[in-house]
């Protein structure tokens, strides 16, 4: 799994069988969420920020989900904001090419690429984000940087 994966939750008698949805989750939402439904929300820190947004109601079907967005960090540099059914790129991760292949090397030998101007992918359309379409959808850039803006 990576980014976009399914996400199952069995709760009988709490969650909806068979209820599907698109929606955005991010692992890091069950922080708050857990703290939410074990009665806990007290314990959760309020001196830092915490990336996490509780999602109690929307996986209990009372609402929609709490998140819009979500951003990719590595090292401490924005890769890339998803926002809503676009993701626009700033880092790219590139592996290694050449005759020589060993194991990991995708992972452990890859490098960073900042990008000159971001790329910009619909993954409803194109999930395997094969199409860098920054023209059509220019407008996104404001949004996502809004996004990272209220971040900060």
Known sequence: GAIRVPCIIRWPGRTDPGRVSNEIVSILDFYRTFARVAGAVDLVPTDRAIDSVDQSSFFFGQAESGRSSVMWFLHGELLAV????FKVHTIVRERPSGNVVETGQGTVGAFDVKLGNPWVFDI??????????PVPNSWVFPLSGQVVASYE
């Open 82 to 85: 998803k926002w809503r059914n």
């Open 124 to 133: 409803e359309n194109d999930p395997k984000e094969l199409w860098n379409s």
